[in-house]
């Protein structure tokens, strides 16, 4: 757990080899800066209600982080246990941010420190020199995950068409939200609402009339 020493591009070529000899369909566009919703259809105990902001898609396949699966311990806690010994002042989880092992993941509003600018005031990052300053700042948002989801080329293509997924263009607020326990609840209402009514209209909370 934390740092591996795994850049992006390592993690990526990883995907890659999982998935090796897999169909690829014809590319779709590129959903970066959506959020995946886990279907009713969708029964694979890894992504359960789940809610996945994909990082990147493109023609190599697609990577993305479980937003609402927070673990039982906090940033600074795993920074002050040996390899890492890193300054900390984050108290918020740590994340699983999928099934396939990778290196320690960040994604944060900072202007600077960030390797992709997911979506708008969203930046990610893997980089060790990056990511130090991130763990000792001061306001703004930072949050921080081990593992990540990982599609090869045309497997997102397939889920998607097999219904396994709904999509969702994500906010910064909704990328942030500490209230993951209703995350996916109340973007599900947001999806299926919007078919019918203007999504403008419907409140954050699905309760409220």
Not at 10 to 27: C, T
Not at 198 to 208: G, H, T
């Amino acid at each position: 757990m934390g740092f591996r020493g795994v850049g992006f591009p390592e993690a990526r070529a990883r995907v890659r080899s999982r998935f090796k000899g897999y169909d690829v369909l014809a590319p779709m566009k590129s959903l970066q800066g959506q959020l995946l919703l886990a279907s009713s259809k969708l029964l694979d105990p890894n992504f359960v209600r789940s809610v996945i902001l994909l990082v990147q898609h493109n023609e190599d396949g697609a990577l993305g982080l479980i937003l609402n699966r927070p673990l039982e311990t906090t940033i600074k806690q795993v920074c002050d246990q040996p390899p890492l010994e890193l300054p900390c002042s984050l108290e918020s989880p740590l994340y699983q941010g999928g099934p396939c092992d990778g290196p320690l993941m960040v994604v944060h509003d900072h202007e600077i420190g960030g390797q992709i600018e997911v979506l708008p005031e969203v930046h990610f990052t893997t980089d060790r020199s990056q990511i130090e300053p991130l763990l000792i700042s001061e306001g703004g948002h930072v949050k921080c995950f081990v593992g990540y989801a990982g599609w090869q080329a045309g497997q997102l293509e397939t889920e998607m068409e097999t219904g396994s997924w709904l999509t969702l263009p994500a906010e910064a607020g909704q990328v942030f939200d500490p209230d993951e326990q209703e995350q996916w609840s109340k973007l599900m209402a947001r999806v299926t609402l919007g078919r019918w009514i203007d999504p403008s209209q419907i409140p954050d909370d699905p309760n409220v009339n």
